[in-house]
């Protein structure tokens, strides 16, 4: 079985630890955190992950901002990015089917579940 490799880029540590555990524990995936949204990019650049996971409001950086930063770099112009945000409802998501302006979204709190399968699906698309 192949293990992605996920950075989780999020300003709150306790949200990623208990993010990253639960992905770890499937055994299906490592993951990096990185809660300092100035260094995502030169984090992503080192880890070169399978797939982001990519909070949408943080300080000194959104995730939009980041975003566009790994767009516009060669090297990871191509991973897949899943907006996590509590700026959108589970009712606004559900409607728009987890896509909203060809980005996918997550809304906080997370269902673990619902992440794993949202993270499935991004990797088959890319793949």
């Given at each position: 079985?192949?293990?992605?490799?996920?950075?989780?880029?999020d300003d709150e540590p306790a949200f990623t630890r208990v993010i990253r555990n639960y992905l770890q524990e499937s055994g299906?995936?490592?993951?990096r955190m990185e809660n300092t949204s100035t260094k995502?990019?030169?984090?992503?650049?080192?880890?070169?992950?399978?797939?982001?996971?990519l909070d949408v409001i943080m300080p000194d950086m959104?995730?939009?901002?980041i975003a566009?930063?790994?767009r516009n770099d060669p090297r990871l112009n191509q991973t897949p990015i899943i907006f996590l945000t509590a700026a959108v409802s589970k009712e606004d998501v559900t409607r728009q089917g987890e896509v909203i302006g060809g980005?996918?979204?997550l809304p906080k709190p997370v269902d673990a579940e619902e992440l794993i399968g949202a993270i499935d699906r991004k990797l088959r698309a890319a793949a």
């Open positions: 079985m192949t293990i992605h490799k996920i950075l989780l880029v299906r995936f490592y993951v995502a990019l030169a984090t992503a650049r080192e880890f070169k992950p399978d797939l982001i996971l959104d995730g939009g901002e566009a930063q790994l980005n996918t979204f």
